[in-house]
């Protein structure tokens, strides 16, 4: 398994998309990590990464970004539809 293929989900306690994207990493057998935006340091890494943005979840999975639930759930159905999961 390379770096890449761990999902980061960016986001905060009681998001529900964000434990939304929680659950479908772990419905798929997807690794995942989550970082928490409001603790340091992941605070100022969000901010660096994705300046301007506010809106969680942020994730980051195989190398490319996306934001909140609906747009992962199509990323994972992307990935799924060319084998790649």
Request: glycine share 8%.
């Amino acid at each position: 398994m390379q770096k890449s293929d761990v999902a980061v989900i960016y986001g905060m306690s009681g998001c529900i998309h964000c434990l939304k994207c929680e659950q479908l990493c772990q419905s798929l057998g997807i690794p995942y990590m989550h970082k928490n935006v409001m603790e340091e340091p992941t605070t100022s890494e969000f901010r660096r990464l994705f300046p301007g943005e506010v809106n969680v979840p942020q994730v980051v999975w195989k190398n490319r970004h996306t934001s909140g639930y609906k747009d992962f759930t199509q990323m994972v159905k992307h990935e799924m539809k060319i084998g790649a999961i």
